[in-house]
T-cell receptor
Framework: KQEVTQIPAALSVPEGENLVLNCSFTDSAIYNLQWFRQDPGKGLTSLLLIQSSQREQTSGRLNASLDKSSGRSTLYIAASQPGDSATYLCAVYNQGGKLIFGQGTELSVKP | EAGVTQFPSHSVIEKGQTVTLRCDPISGHDNLYWYRRVMGKEIKFLLHFVKESKQDESGMPNNRFLAERTGGTYSTLKVQPAELEDSGVYFC?????WGQGGNTGELFFGEGSRLTVL
């Protein structure tokens, strides 16, 4: 049974810092991996999707890596801003397109 | 192109009442999924439709939950009778078929329907 774990559960950093959010999964037989952002009371915003054949994806200040063999993914946020404050969710795609989510990392970036 | 839309955005009901949540997927998306996040827990899969057929309903918590997708378009999720532990945010997502036109199978989520059972 696939399980997804995100560490840390919460993180508070001063503005401008670079930071790394971690995601691990127990079954390496995944199809894709996706990082989402959720603001309080809002829906899920897709940040990056990494296909199983890829090692990383980049979008602006965000970079996500994937190492299937070790069951890990990281989301790197460069030069963090207060507007980056949100909950970040990692999810892996199993067969059939079903997503398995981690519990999320709640990020707070202080001005 | 319109995204996945869900209605209502927030519903407050008494224990024992009935609530029906609706999801309109992105036009042309055959796959439709329901997920739920209850307080303090991760988002969990409820069920998956392919067109009008239930492909996987292994995540449905019990028989108080009924999902339908008549005609393979919009879907409804009915909770009857609602219990306190049903409170949470119900997300709907849709996707195209994997590999169709090079599609990655990415799921697109709606804003969610927040259910509060008092």
């Amino acid at each position: 049974k696939q399980e997804v774990t995100q560490i840390p559960a919460a993180l508070s950093v001063p503005e401008g810092e670079n930071l790394v959010l971690n995601c691990s999964f127990t079954d390496s037989a995944i199809y894709n991996l996706q990082w989402f952002r959720q603001d309080p009371g809002k829906g899920l915003t897709s940040l990056l999707l990494i296909q199983s054949s890829q090692r990383e994806q980049t979008s602006g200040r965000l970079n996500a890596s994937l190492d299937k063999s070790s069951g890990r993914s990281t989301l790197y946020i460069a030069a963090s801003q207060p507007g980056d404050s949100a909950t970040y969710l990692c999810a892996v795609y199993n067969q059939g397109g079903k997503l398995i989510f981690g519990q999320g990392t709640e990020l707070s970036v202080k001005p | 192109e319109a995204g996945v839309t869900q209605f209502p955005s927030h519903s407050v009901i008494e224990k024992g009442q009935t609530v029906t949540l609706r999801c309109d997927p992105i036009s042309g998306h055959d796959n439709l999924y329901w997920y739920r996040r209850v307080m303090g827990k991760e988002i969990k899969f409820l069920l998956h439709f392919v067109k009008e057929s239930k492909q996987d309903e292994s995540g449905m918590p019990n028989n108080r939950f009924l999902a339908e997708r008549t005609g393979g378009t919009y879907s409804t999720l009915k909770v009857q009778p609602a219990e306190l532990e049903d409170s949470g945010v119900y997300f709907c997502a849709s996707s195209q078929e994997w590999g169709q036109g090079g599609n990655t199978g990415e799921l697109f989520f709606g804003e969610g329907s927040r259910l509060t059972v008092l």
